[in-house]
């Protein structure tokens, strides 16, 4: 078993921040271990999580998962970067790759800020 931290969707990171800065762990512990809602609304987003998963989370820590946008401004980058290469069959390549980027973000009305507004 590993110490690796546990990559949580954005929104249950913000509940369980929620729940730490109030002092509710132990509770938000018991009302996932019991799987019962009922008068904890708040908690409704951090019971997505199994018990175990939370645990984790809450003793080897845990990042947020990115987000469709920051993946591709990831990919976008990284490719972004080759068009310092000298070989043009290698910069044609990348500028292909940019502007396929760029296209499809268009076509879906996507923008992920600085890369294709």
Do not use: C, H, W
Request: glycine residues 8%.
């Amino acid at each position: 078993m590993t110490n690796a931290k546990v990559t949580l969707p954005r929104e249950v990171v913000e509940a369980i921040e929620l729940s730490k800065s109030q002092g509710d762990v132990e509770r938000m512990v018991a009302i996932v271990a019991e799987k019962d809602p009922i008068g904890y609304e708040r908690f409704a987003t951090i019971m997505r999580l199994d018990l175990f998963t939370l645990m984790k989370a809450l003793v080897n820590g845990y990042e947020v998962e990115k987000s469709p946008e920051e993946k591709v401004r990831e990919y976008y980058n990284a490719k972004g970067s080759k068009r310092r290469f000298a070989d043009q069959y290698d910069r044609g390549y990348a500028y292909g790759i940019l502007e396929g980027i760029e296209r499809t973000l268009d076509l879906l009305g996507i923008e992920i800020g600085g890369d294709n507004d």
